[in-house]
């Protein structure tokens, strides 16, 4: 049991860092702008959040913040508020 919890521990903190570094390398090519600033705000308190969650060792919370970053970022490309 104890195993399995650590392989899935470092599957996850591995996900969360992969996903964590893609997001940061694209945040400098986000353009904030009038009509996407609320979103923009959102995506780097999630970004934000998960930094925070992963230090504190809350594995699946940190996960959740950078899916969620991941999401609102998606948005803004869907909706064409950004490049």
């Known amino acids: 049991m104890v195993s399995a919890r650590k392989n899935?521990?470092?599957?996850?903190?591995a996900e969360t860092e992969k996903w964590l570094s893609k997001i940061e390398k694209e945040m400098p090519h986000v353009k904030e702008n009038?009509?996407?600033k609320d979103f923009v705000r959102n995506i780097k308190a999630y970004i934000s959040d998960c930094k925070h969650f992963?230090?504190?060792g809350k594995l699946v919370l940190a996960f959740e913040a950078v899916v969620w970053a991941w999401a609102w970022l998606?948005?803004?490309r869907d909706l064409k508020m950004i490049e």
Request: net charge neutral; glycine share 0%.
């Open 74 to 76: 998606q948005i803004l």
């Open 34 to 36: 009038a009509k996407n």
């Open 8 to 13: 899935t521990d470092s599957e996850l903190k």
């Open 54 to 56: 992963a230090k504190e």
